[in-house]
Every structure is written in C-alpha cells, then in structure tokens.
C-alpha cells in the first residue's frame, strides 16, 4: 500500500505521455521548448511547497506513499505529482487552443463572412 499514490502518479504521467504522442501537443511538438517550460513550473512549484513547508501550511501525505522523503515535509512523491501537474496542463492548454484555431479557421466561418452585406462574393 505505500507505494499505490507514486504507482498511480507513474500511470497517470505515462498516460500523458501517450496522448502528447498520439496528438502532438508538447514534447512532441517542439522537445527542447517543452522541457524548459516543464523543468521551469515543476521548480516554481517547488520553491512554492517549500516555502509552504517552511512557513507551516505545508505537511507530508497520506500513509499510500513511499515514505521516502527528499526533504522535511518534501516526500519524494511530491516533484513526481508536479511533473505530472505541468505536464497535463501544457497538453490541455495546447490542445484547447489547437481547437479553437481550427474552429476559427474552418471553411463554415469563411462562407459565412462572404454571406454577409459587404462580404466578398
């Protein structure tokens, strides 16, 4: 049991993984890019639960980790987990904006506007 959350937070980051592969979104659109941007928010966060820790608002979870801890109060769980948090927002923010470019670019937009008084014929 204590090594179901870093089990499920390995699943889940490869899941991730596959759906950036199969549509292109991040590390598979531009690596060099992805990684600094992925390298920068898991470091961000990380200063930030630090300074949580540090001030007191932060604690360890639950008993499903590995116990293992890279810090006080910092299990090793804990950089896994805003990997995985970077990672799904790039590949959502990526992938909302890729639809509305292609929603907003569609051929039906181009004939409404020729539809339209003063729209070209």
């Known amino acids: 049991m204590g090594a179901a959350y870093m089990l499920f937070l390995l699943i889940s980051l490869g899941c991730m993984v596959l759906l950036d592969q ?4 991040f590390f ?3 690596a060099r890019r992805a990684a600094v941007v992925l ?3 898991v470091l961000f ?3 930030w639960d630090l300074a949580g820790i540090g001030l007191g608002i932060f ?3 639950t008993a499903a980790m ?4 890279l810090a006080p109060e ?3 769980e804990e950089p896994i987990f805003l990997a995985f948090l970077c990672y799904l927002v790039m590949n959502l923010f990526l992938w909302f904006r890729r639809i509305f470019t292609e929603r907003s670019s569609s051929p039906r937009d181009a004939r409404q ?3 339209e008084p003063g729209g070209q014929s």
């Not at 199969?22 to 979104?25: A, D, H």
């Not at 590995?66 to 801890?69: I, K, L």
């Open 113 to 115: 506007l020729s539809d």
């Open 74 to 76: 910092l299990p090793l």
């Open 59 to 61: 604690y360890r979870g």
């Open 45 to 47: 966060f990380l200063v």
């Open 22 to 25: 199969r549509l292109r979104l």
């Open 39 to 41: 390298i920068t928010g």
């Open 66 to 69: 590995t116990g293992v801890m």
């Open 28 to 30: 598979w659109h531009d």
